[in-house]
């Protein structure tokens, strides 16, 4: 097997409740290499903040990661003790979240709360971990780090937090980052600045980068490859091109005809009828099944993936290389 | 489509406010670390009308003002400065019956449908409240009006007992765009309406939007942050910053020949799936505090092309062509067309048919 920076296969993560298995996630396959962005895309509760939980191994109970495969640079983290993923954590694999005070402390100066953080895993200096911490804030695009670094997080804006927090995930120089949604709740311009940053962080420093979104048009401007959610599952995964370009799976497509730039002012709004099913409640089958008009009868069945290691979809009846979906 | 007057015109509003704080803030003044807040100049002298019938975008960053002027149109709110005038009238000067017409007949539809359902009343309650409540309709018909807006708005009326818990984000959203409806309205304000929704539901939320502004020919404001959705949807887009409007056109020649460098930016941002491998970022530096905004054009320490003249003059908006205000000190105060910024289907054929 040739060593990929990330691979998971058939990933299954599962929350018992009262009322029942929640299948959070439910079929995950990933690949990632050094250098690559991946964008996990899908709708709420499709089931990608519990991924990337899961790969971190920070998914709390009822929920557990009941079957799969997670090899990080070959290692089963599956495997690995509870101390060697916490080692890994936040010093080899770095997690970004949609709130950056999920990561910051309000009443620690940022300067001494970055430099415990490089201060907990290696051990070097406090001023040699000053310099680092201040590097990593200049690499972010945070203008005078030097001046910065003694200001606490309230004195940043949102945006401004949200580059501090990754400047915090960066500390470690780590191979793989997560980043849930961090660009989310900010302005088209601050969010552009910062998808600019990470693109060429990813590349300067050959990490691997997995950006969960609910936005297509970011991901297709940011990654080299994407993955589809939908109910759990990865239903259509490949290269950017390859993916939005000419999608195999009729909800990706659903997806793309409904955003609004697409669409002609004046028709109404190519939509997928429906909406995605409960967690609880998921049909038989495909989970799209309900609102997919290319449904048959072999849909009764959960289809499984088709395709290649690169390039794969989920559906009895995908669309045609070319072809447009009536 | 022109009507000699407006429906809704508000002329040089002003409104300022004492800052709100977030929650790192307020944690910081707790433990003495920050200064207790000053005054916001939320909106500095925004002038805009709306003509009966028409779809109006309200874009801008967060902090910009849109809310804030949503609520000032729909009286709300009280001015520092201006007024707000509805078919003619000062609304602050509204008494009586014909201030509680004018509220009825402008409503907001805001972004957290579920912040603004009560939890404890079932939709029957939450659509037919103010109808009964205005005399607007007997007693005994409010069961049938319900039935008939929720049939309306794509809701299934046999779920006229349930409460909003038990409905999913999207089908929230359609009760409170039937509540709003419940009223007769003949001027909407959607604040945001849709940006907390799935792109699927957005989808099937705009259309019904479209589709009741047709049916019951009412006047829109339409309230994003996303400039992809106001194309769709608006008539003329009005681009804020800082409080203050930097330019106003029709949509499509907003996209084709926007002259602001701001609203440039903004196109520009745009995250669009035909565009692998955009370089982002065209704006540098924050959006500054509306509290100390900055001197001249608030604009001026982001723009590309400022000059001395705008760091010490602000620029008022000026019309640029038919329709459209821009409010930049380049070229003589008309703004700068940046070419092929933003083609697409429908603003091609406009622009080759002399439209534009
Ligand atoms: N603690 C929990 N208990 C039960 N179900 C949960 C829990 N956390 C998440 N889930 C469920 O897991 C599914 C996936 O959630 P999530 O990964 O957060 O979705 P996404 O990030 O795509 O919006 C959702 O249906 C959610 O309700
Ligand atoms: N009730 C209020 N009290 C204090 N400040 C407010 C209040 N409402 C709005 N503001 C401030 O006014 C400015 C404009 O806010 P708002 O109209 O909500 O902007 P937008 O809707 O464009 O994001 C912001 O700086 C905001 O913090
Ligand atoms: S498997 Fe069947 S129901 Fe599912 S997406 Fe494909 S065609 Fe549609
Ligand atoms: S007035 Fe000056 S600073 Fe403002 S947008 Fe125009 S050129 Fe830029
Ligand atoms: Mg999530
Ligand atoms: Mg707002």
């Known amino acids: ?326 | 489509m022109t009507d000699a007057q407006p429906m809704i015109e508000a002329a040089g509003v002003i409104k300022n406010f004492r800052r709100k704080t977030d929650l790192a803030e307020r944690i910081a003044m707790r433990v003495g670390l920050a200064q207790e807040p000053g005054t916001v100049h939320a909106l500095d002298d925004v002038s805009l009308s709306i003509r009966r019938g028409e779809v109006v975008g309200l874009v801008g960053e967060s902090g910009c003002g849109k809310s804030t002027f949503g609520r000032a149109v729909a009286g709300m709110l009280p001015l520092t400065g201006g007024v707000v005038r509805r078919n003619g009238q000062d609304i602050a000067k509204l008494k009586g019956a014909e201030a509680r017409a004018m509220r009825l007949a402008t409503q907001i539809i805001f972004q957290d449908p579920m912040s603004s359902l009560n939890p404890r009343k079932k939709v029957l309650e939450i659509i037919g409240e103010a109808p009964r409540l205005h005399g607007l309709v007997a007693r005994g018909g409010v069961r049938n009006l319900v039935e008939g807006l929720m049939d309306q708005v794509g809701l299934d009326p046999a779920m006229i007992n349930r409460y909003p818990h038990q409905f999913s984000g999207g089908q929230r959203q359609r009760i409170g765009i039937a509540r709003a409806l419940a009223v007769n309205p003949d001027f909407l304000i959607c604040d945001e309406s849709i940006a907390a929704l799935d792109v699927s539901i957005q989808a099937q939320v705009i259309n019904l939007l479209v589709r009741l502004r047709q049916d019951l020919s009412l006047t829109l404001l339409f309230i994003s942050h996303d400039l992809s959705v106001v194309r769709y949807i608006s008539d003329r887009v009005v681009i804020m910053y800082l409080g203050r409007v930097v330019e106003s056109a029709p949509t499509d020649r907003v996209f084709a020949a926007a002259r602001h460098p701001y609203t440039q930016a903004l196109l520009e941002e745009i995250p669009r799936i035909d565009r692998r491998g955009h370089r982002f970022s065209s704006v540098k530096g924050e959006i500054p505090s509306p509290m100390n905004p900055p001197g001249g054009c608030h604009f001026h320490p982001r723009c590309p092309l400022a000059m001395d003249r705008c760091r010490v003059e602000r620029p008022m908006l000026k019309q640029a062509g038919r329709d459209h205000a821009v409010a930049c000190h380049l070229d003589g105060g008309f703004g700068r067309p940046k070419p092929t910024l933003f083609p697409t289907q429908s603003t091609l054929q406009a622009a080759e048919s002399g439209l534009l």
């Open chain 1, 1 to 326: 097997m040739s060593e990929h920076l990330l691979e998971v296969r058939g990933l299954r993560t599962w929350f018992e409740t009262p009322k029942g298995t929640v299948k959070a996630v439910d079929g995950v396959d990933l690949t990632l290499n050094r250098g690559e962005i991946l964008g996990l895309v899908g709708e709420s509760g499709s089931g990608k903040s519990i991924t990337g939980f899961s790969l971190l191994g920070l998914v709390d109970p009822p929920g557990k990661v009941v079957e799969g495969d997670i090899r990080f640079q070959g290692e089963d983290l599956r495997a690995a003790s509870a101390r060697r993923q916490r080692a890994l954590r936040g010093n080899r694999i770095a997690m970004i979240f949609q709130d950056p005070m999920m990561t910051l402390n309000p009443v620690l100066r940022i300067g001494t709360q970055m430099i415990e953080t490089v201060q907990a895993h290696e051990k070097v200096s406090k001023s040699e971990a000053r310099r680092r911490a201040r590097d990593a804030l200049g690499m972010v695009g945070i203008p005078h780090p030097e001046e910065r670094i003694d200001a606490y997080p309230h004195e940043f804006s949102g945006g401004m937090r949200q580059r501090v927090a990754i400047a915090i995930a960066l500390l470690h120089k780590p191979d793989l980052i997560i980043a849930d949604e961090p660009t989310t709740a900010l302005d088209v311009t601050i969010q552009s600045q910062i998808l600019s940053e990470v693109q060429s962080l990813t590349r300067d420093l050959g990490m691997g980068l997995i950006w969960i979104s609910h936005d297509l048009g970011v991901v297709g401007q940011l990654a080299n490859k994407v993955a589809v959610m939908y109910a759990g599952r990865i239903v259509e995964r490949g290269a950017v091109d390859d993916v939005l370009d000419r999608p195999r799976h009729p909800y990706t497509r659903g997806l793309l005809d409904s955003l609004p730039m697409e669409n002609d002012r004046g028709q109404p709004l190519r939509q997928i009828p429906g909406n995605a099913p409960p967690p609880l409640n998921r049909p038989e089958g495909c989970p799209f099944r309900p609102r997919c008009a290319r449904a048959s009868e072999a849909c009764l069945a959960e289809p499984a993936e088709t395709g290649t290691a690169a390039r794969a979809w989920r559906c009895f009846h995908p669309l045609e290389q070319t072809g447009v979906f009536a």
